[in-house]
């Protein structure tokens, strides 16, 4: 199968995408769009294949969303106007430790590997976690390693929903224990196996964004031969 497309329309697919500002509060992402960003999640690469997320959907009419405006003064726009809100959660040390539960069964029930096989890629995690990433140090380095990865899908998200000409911005802006106290309130958020990320909001533009500004590509790339 050819999955070769034009680099012009990855480009401007590229270009398209901004950080929305402001939603069309009278369009919605269709279900089979909204499944198909969820879908470049899902199929995004990890460490070691591990997965450390979970992707939590806020749709447009959950109560929720203004019980998270208090605490996520970034999202304010998108909880207004978005189609859709996604919270995404990284797993904690608890779970991605080399030794947990949660290893075992990425490897034996989704990785689906021999029991020699599995044996000999712990050890290799447990390298990588102590030895060369130093991930053992302090569950906030272990977490902030697993929520670096959640980026890696929010990204092919964002890019996913831009090739389908749906518009998103991803939020920073909120204090991450004051949405953690309300997802834990809600019966939504485990915190002994996953903490907040990140967000996103996916719609439609109601308004036209300003010309897009990056540096000079030869300003950020070095060349070594």
């Not at 270009?15 to 269709?30: G, L, Q």
């Not at 834990?184 to 990320?197: N, P, R, W, Y």
Request: charged fraction near 25%.
């Amino acid at each position: 199968m050819d999955m070769r497309i034009a680099n012009e329309t990855i480009i401007e697919a590229f270009n398209y995408r901004y950080a929305c500002k402001k939603f069309d509060t009278n369009r919605e992402v269709s279900p089979e769009d909204f499944a198909t960003i969820l879908e470049a999640g899902r199929l995004s690469p990890s460490s070691f294949g591990f997965e450390p997320w979970k992707f939590v959907v806020v749709e447009k009419h959950a109560k929720l969303r203004d019980k998270l405006s208090p605490v996520a003064w970034g999202a304010h726009r998108s909880l207004e106007g978005a189609s859709h809100l996604v919270i995404l959660l990284a797993r904690t040390k608890a779970d991605m430790i080399y030794n947990s539960d949660y290893i075992t069964k990425m490897m034996t029930e989704i990785h689906h590997l021999p029991s020699e096989a599995a044996e000999g890629m712990r050890k290799a995690f447990e390298n990588f976690q102590m030895e060369q990433f130093e991930l053992l140090e302090s569950d906030r380095a272990m977490f902030d390693w697993a929520s670096k990865q959640t980026y890696i899908a929010l990204g092919n998200m964002l890019t996913a929903a831009a090739l389908l000409g749906i518009d998103s911005c991803p939020i920073e802006g909120f204090h991450r224990q004051g949405v953690e106290d309300v997802l834990k309130q809600e019966g939504i958020l485990d915190t002994a196996h996953f903490g907040v990320s990140v967000m996103a909001g996916f719609g439609y533009r109601a308004e036209e964004p300003r010309p897009k500004t990056r540096q000079k590509l030869d300003d950020i790339v070095q060349w070594v031969n």
